[in-house]
């Protein structure tokens, strides 16, 4: 079993930054990809960036150049880091775990982001 906690949520004007953390209790040696995801109200829950072990990222088209997701390996900790950010980024925010030898996918409570002036 995976235990996957965020932190970092909250309020912020369009055009802020922020930072979101989240680590995935597991032996470090068995976490393979790490996945921020959000969910807006009345929306689908969507993948927008994920990274691999090696550090290969990928990013939705919806936040490619404005987001920058990292990893500690070391930690099995993950970063989504937010700028430029606009209204319709308010979701909530979940992290996902997946290990090495294992098709279930672990997600974390979700954080809020709520972009407003």
């Known amino acids: 079993q995976v235990q996957v906690v965020e932190s970092g949520g909250g309020s912020v004007q369009p055009g802020g930054s922020l930072r979101l953390s989240c680590t995935a209790s597991?032996?470090?040696?068995?976490?393979?990809?790490l996945g921020w995801h959000r969910q807006a109200p009345g929306k689908s829950r969507d993948l927008i960036a994920d990274?691999?072990?090696?550090?290969?990222?990928n990013y939705a088209d919806s936040v490619k150049g404005r987001f920058t997701i990292s990893r500690d390996n070391h930690k099995n900790t993950v970063y989504l880091q937010m700028n430029s950010l606009k209204p319709e980024d308010t979701a909530v925010y979940f992290c996902?775990?997946?290990?090495?030898?294992?098709?279930?996918?672990?997600w974390g409570q979700g954080t809020q982001v709520t972009v407003s002036s």
């Open positions: 996902s775990a997946n290990r090495l030898y294992d098709p279930r996918t672990y």
């Open positions: 990274i691999n072990r090696d550090g290969i990222r």
């Open positions: 597991s032996s470090v040696d068995s976490i393979n990809i």
